[in-house]
């Protein structure tokens, strides 16, 4: 296994307006995020099959984990990203020693370059297309029931490939088999009204998604046009009787600030469950549980858009 560390993050309880809200703090894994779960698994696998180099396209923060946990299994990583991505995200991906092939434009060109170069004979350490991520990301699901001591009732978290809160869903799932709870909880994605397809599918169905753009965000880390586990995620987070919601830009940076208010400094992505906290608390199952994926300090002002 190639480690460094990850898992078993902080659960901090709150109260918010009058409701017990907890914080699972995942922006405080190794490489700031909750994709270090998912990228020990991948890296795992990669050096189990000899891989010395591999090649990822992200956002930022998964680039930033597969950069590191490549580093720690010695193999040489290669990621392409948007040229939006936070400056920070940048750093950090070549301070580990990964090399960085910058796309222009919207998220989704990384993926096209990336796809190139997989054409070429490259490995593709993909965190959305392979499956590695998935249990890695169950394991918070783990770590919810023991920290709680029983199952959630309503768990809300970021969205933009799919890949936690299905992962969240299917880790909870296979409490259930296992016979430890009776149901698994509601499910809350959130996603940036910028590049919503999932929200928009799910409140306005197959015309919806003609609405759908891949605008810039704040939230760079949900600007998926075409998640590749949409259909996956929507049927099941439909399944658990929840919801998608999503937020209006102006919302991102003071959901952010409050969430600093309360001791949690986290990026801009992060602060979308915040918003959407205050949208469903009333109609909210508790216990309430709010993921925050993403480090403030991998967001600067004065490198994003």
């Excluded at 720690?72 to 020693?97: H, N």
């Excluded at 998935?134 to 199952?151: F, K, W």
């Amino acid at each position: 296994m190639v480690t460094l560390g990850e898992g078993n993050t902080p659960l901090i309880w709150d109260d918010v307006a009058g409701r017990k809200v907890a914080f699972k703090l995942e922006y405080l894994n190794p490489t700031g995020s909750f994709k270090d779960r998912g990228s020990s698994l991948l890296v795992s696998f990669l050096k189990a099959r000899e891989i010395t180099s591999a090649v990822e396209d992200s956002s930022g923060n998964a680039g930033a984990s597969f950069a590191a946990y490549a580093a720690r299994g010695g193999i040489q990583a290669r990621v392409f990203l948007p040229d939006s991505a936070s400056g920070p995200k940048q750093i950090q991906i070549e301070t580990y020693g990964a090399e960085i092939v910058r796309i222009v434009g919207p998220r989704s060109n990384a993926t096209k370059a990336a796809l190139k170069a997989i054409a070429q004979g490259r490995v593709y350490a993909s965190h959305a297309y392979l499956p590695f991520n998935l249990p890695g990301y169950a394991t918070v699901a783990y770590e919810l029931v023991e920290q709680i001591g029983s199952m959630p009732g309503t768990v809300i978290a970021p969205v933009g490939q799919g890949g936690l809160l299905l992962g969240l869903i299917r880790g909870f799932q296979a409490i259930r088999q296992a016979g430890q709870i009776d149901r698994i909880p509601s499910f809350v994605g959130v996603q940036a009204r910028a590049c919503a397809p999932l929200w928009a599918l799910h409140v306005y169905g197959l015309d919806g998604l003609r609405f759908i753009s891949e605008e810039p965000t704040l939230a760079e880390g949900v600007r998926v046009r075409h998640p590749v586990r949409g259909d996956s995620l929507m049927k099941a987070v439909e399944a658990s009787e929840g919801l998608f919601v999503v937020v209006d830009e102006s919302e991102i940076l003071p959901a952010r600030d409050q969430l600093a208010r309360r001791g949690f400094y986290v990026e801009p992505t992060s602060a979308l469950v915040w918003s959407a906290l205050n949208k469903i608390l009333d109609q909210a199952r508790e216990p309430i549980i709010a993921i925050l994926t993403g480090s403030g300090f991998k967001y600067s002002n004065s490198s994003s858009s």
